[in-house]
């Protein structure tokens, strides 16, 4: 999966801000959200347009990402 599946940058949305795909909620809701102690459970409820499987996307894309750059600075 890639990130443009689920992560939308259009400057008609929310000023160019990445936003999961379908919505206006920004991608670093999520992980504001998970910053703040909220489960994914509890950020689906709040903002209901997202969808489970694009949110668990987007973890997922970043923890490779994550992975991705720890290796190559070792």
Sequence with gaps: ?????VIVIDCNIMSGTPCFRGTRVPVS???DNL???MSVDEILESWPTLNRADV???LSLA????????KAAA
């Design 56 to 58: 668990m996307a987007v």
């Design 1 to 5: 999966m890639r990130a443009s599946d």
């Design 35 to 37: 910053a703040d102690d």
């Design 29 to 31: 809701t999520l992980f």
């Design 63 to 70: 923890g490779e990402r994550l992975v991705e750059e720890a």
